[in-house]
């Protein structure tokens, strides 16, 4: 039998064990953001300020329709994870068959929505008319590979269920240099916004195909054999019970996202710009958030199978503490640097440059309270979902899309950029709040009990 690649994460001080998971998984992640932002760096640079403006308006539409599957493959992976903990080998397989199933189903209704809804949504969102046809070219070329992407989230997660996040960052290694020269090479010849999307779309295919190779080299819990090809109603419940509730978490934070954004369209180019280039250097500090939440979400449900549930509050608190450090160092970054992280997207001979920086500076003091509340998302939401909770983080989510709608509804009858800026740290604080109350009420009255027993 071939050498596993496998990581029990069910014995051992947490500490090392999140670090562990999370370092890799946060380089994959911050590999992911960097050829987001050189895809805006690029097209800001060679193809001037609207192009990027199109980019930002269009990002928010692909993140809807996709974020919420993808988070529903991760779903999927905690089953998997729980069959690890619990050393369930033909579990493990089956489970597998299973998601692949299901993760085809929800891609092939995904093109449906999407390919119907992204032009109606363009206008819904307030999209300016001189950056319509390049957002619409920009978003139905990323739609074509969604295949791609559920594919290689399905891959990743499994993956990373045997408590093993280094492979899925070594692919996200030699897709991402593929990425950066496929963005050069094709916006230079083509000279579109869609270009950058076509270099997404191809290295997406090529991490698909790497994804396959390393399971079937590294991980041989993961070959499906004839005996596991039977589809099981009980696995795919089991799949649905927390897939489904982290598919709406997904779709309702981008659904927020998207609404705050036809907020933002209503103040110009510079504003959508400005805001766009901001969020793409946020998003490498939400990569480090979320790196720590995907730790969680493996080191529960691997304890979770092994019948070991006490060992998951000393993870959330080892999860807190490492999440509060990042946002405290990035929040620093953000006060001294933010004109720096502006430039880099357009140069400083850019026509909208200026503005740009302006509002990026005035922004920042909105945004810097919210990273203090924001890191503690990711540990309490994947920690609520491994737990059986999962309504709590549907709910908050659902929060999250009333507070950016009232904000963004107050922003355009108001014609308040107060309100745009606003709106992300309260939407933020207003959605950790249940997330703690639920979790604290967990503790107290379902785990600290059975710890208490356990020790008598």
């Given at each position: 039998m071939k050498r596993s690649a496998t990581h029990d994460m069910t014995t051992g001080n947490a500490f090392p064990l999140l670090i562990g998971f999370a370092i890799p998984h946060f380089m994959g992640l911050l590999l992911q953001q960097l050829y987001g932002i050189m895809d805006s760096v690029v097209v800001g640079r060679m193809l001037g300020a609207d192009a990027l403006a199109a980019v930002g308006t269009s990002t928010f539409i692909y993140n809807m329709l996709v974020m919420g599957a993808g988070s529903a493959m991760n779903g999927f992976s905690t089953i998997i994870a729980r069959r690890v903990g619990a050393k369930d080998q033909e579990g493990i397989?089956?489970?597998?068959?299973?998601?692949?199933?299901?993760?085809?189903?929800i891609t092939a209704a995904l093109y449906i929505i999407a390919f119907s809804a992204y032009r109606p949504l363009l206008n819904i969102m307030n999209?300016?008319?001189?950056?319509?046809?390049?957002?619409?070219?920009?978003?139905?070329?990323?739609?074509?590979?969604?295949?791609?992407?559920?594919?290689?989230?399905l891959l990743a997660g499994a993956i990373r269920a045997m408590g093993n996040s280094k492979i899925p960052f070594y692919i996200l290694i030699a897709t991402s240099f593929c990425n950066v020269i496929l963005n050069f090479v094709l916006i230079y010849f083509m000279r579109t916004v869609a270009a950058a999307a076509w270099a997404t779309v191809i290295c997406q295919a090529i991490s698909c195909v790497l994804g396959i190779i390393v399971i079937w080299k590294k991980f041989p819990e993961l070959h499906i054999k004839k005996e596991n090809r039977k589809f099981s109603s009980a696995i795919a419940k089991a799949c649905l019970k927390i897939g489904l509730p982290m598919f709406m978490q997904g779709a309702l934070i981008t659904g927020g996202g998207m609404i705050g954004q036809s907020a933002r369209n209503l103040f110009g180019t510079a504003v959508i710009a400005s805001f766009s280039a901001v969020s793409r250097c946020n998003s490498i500090m939400f990569g480090a958030f979320a790196s720590v939440g995907a730790a969680m979400l493996t080191y529960?449900?691997?304890?979770?199978?092994?019948?070991?549930?006490?060992?998951?509050?000393?993870?959330?608190?080892?999860?807190?503490?490492?999440?509060?450090?990042?946002?405290?160092?990035?929040?620093?970054?953000?006060?001294?640097?933010?004109?720096?992280?502006?430039?880099?997207?357009?140069?400083?001979?850019?026509?909208?440059?200026?503005?740009?920086?302006?509002?990026?500076?005035?922004?920042?003091?909105?945004?810097?309270?919210g990273f203090m509340v924001v890191c503690l998302i990711e540990p309490y939401r994947n920690t609520l979902n491994s737990i059986g909770l999962s309504i709590v983080p549907v709910l908050a989510c659902g929060q999250e899309l009333i507070t950016r709608s009232l904000f963004a509804y107050l922003a355009g009858k108001y014609q308040s950029i107060n309100m745009i800026c606003v709106a992300e740290s309260a939407t933020w604080i207003l959605a950790t709040i249940p997330l703690i109350v639920a979790y604290v009420w967990w503790y107290h009255k379902k785990l600290k009990p059975k710890m208490a027993e356990k020790t008598a």
């Open positions: 397989r089956q489970t597998f068959y299973v998601a692949l199933i299901m993760m085809f189903c999209t300016p008319e001189e950056l319509m046809a390049d957002a619409a070219g920009y978003i139905s070329v990323f739609l074509s590979g969604i295949v791609f992407l559920m594919l290689y989230n529960c449900n691997q304890n979770i199978g092994a019948g070991k549930p006490e060992r998951i509050h000393s993870g959330i608190k080892k999860a807190l503490a490492m999440n509060i450090v990042s946002a405290a160092v990035y929040s620093l970054l953000m006060f001294f640097f933010v004109k720096w992280f502006i430039l880099l997207f357009v140069g400083g001979d850019s026509a909208h440059a200026e503005e740009m920086v302006a509002f990026a500076e005035y922004y920042r003091y909105f945004l810097i309270p």
